[in-house]
C-alpha cells in the first residue's frame, strides 16, 4: 500500500477515505496539547488564540526545546499515550474540529464514536524516533503558556514538512488498529498454551 502525502487543514473527505495500517505523511502547521491545554479548554474555555479551522492536526507531546538566539529548536518530538488524555477526548474533537490527533496507544470507545461522527482518525509513529520527528520541523511558528504552564506543557506550534510516517490505527468507521492485533495475540497465547501444557497462566501483578 502506498504512502499518502497529506497537506494541513486536513479535510473531512480526505480523512474519511483513510483506513487502518495505512501510512501517512504531513504537511504543514501542527500543535501540541497536554494535559493541561484539554483541560483548560474543556473544563475553563481557555483557548490559545489559534485559527483551529486551519490548524486541526493535534499531537499529545510535551517536546523537547532549545533557544538558538531567537529562535527555539525542538530537539525531540515523542508523543505520550492518548489514553491519558482519552477523558477529554470527545468533548476536544467537537470543540475543535479536529481530523487527525497523533499520538500513542489507542483511545477509548466514546472518542471512537465521536471520530466516527465528525470525522477525525488517530495517527500513532511507525518506527519514528523523537529525534527524526523533530528534525521534520521546518521552523516553530509560536508557543503559547510557556511562561505559566513551561516547556512541556505549552502549546507550540510548528511547521512540518514530510512529517512521519505515522500509520492510521483509528479510522472514521469504528475500527481500531490496536484492538484488532490485542485480539490476534490473545488467540496466538491459547495456541501457545494448549501447544506446551502451559495451564491456568496468569500475568505478574505488580505491587499487589
Avoid at 505523511?25 to 475553563?44: C, K, N, P, V
Avoid at 477509548?108 to 500513532?124: F, I, P
Amino acid at each position: 500500500m502506498d504512502a499518502k502525502r497529506l497537506s494541513i487543514p486536513l479535510s473531512e473527505e480526505e480523512v474519511r477515505k483513510l483506513g487502518i495500517g495505512e501510512v501517512v505523511y504531513l504537511d504543514g502547521l501542527i500543535y501540541t496539547a497536554m494535559s493541561q491545554f484539554h483541560i483548560r479548554a474543556i473544563e475553563e474555555n481557555i483557548l490559545p488564540p489559534i485559527d483551529f479551522a486551519k490548524l486541526n492536526v493535534l499531537v499529545h507531546a510535551g517536546p523537547l526545546m532549545k533557544k538558538v538566539n531567537d529562535q527555539w529548536i525542538p530537539l525531540g518530538i515523542d508523543p505520550t499515550s492518548s489514553l491519558y488524555m482519552d477523558k477529554y477526548g470527545p468533548a476536544i474533537i467537537k470543540k475543535l474540529g479536529i481530523r487527525a490527533i497523533v499520538g500513542k496507544t489507542t483511545m477509548g470507545n466514546e472518542t471512537m464514536e465521536v471520530m466516527k461522527k465528525n470525522g477525525c482518525v488517530h495517527l500513532t509513529l511507525l518506527g519514528l524516533m523523537g529525534n527524526v520527528l523533530a528534525s521534520q520541523v521546518k521552523k516553530v511558528v509560536q508557543v503559547y503558556g510557556l511562561e505559566e504552564l513551561g516547556s512541556n506543557e505549552a502549546t507550540w506550534v510548528m511547521e512540518v514538512e514530510k512529517a512521519g510516517p505515522f500509520i492510521v490505527d483509528i479510522d472514521t468507521r469504528g475500527t481500531n488498529l490496536i484492538s484488532q492485533l490485542n485480539v490476534e495475540v490473545e488467540k496466538k497465547f491459547e495456541e501457545y498454551y494448549k501447544k506446551y501444557g502451559i495451564k491456568d497462566f496468569d500475568y505478574i501483578k505488580v505491587g499487589v
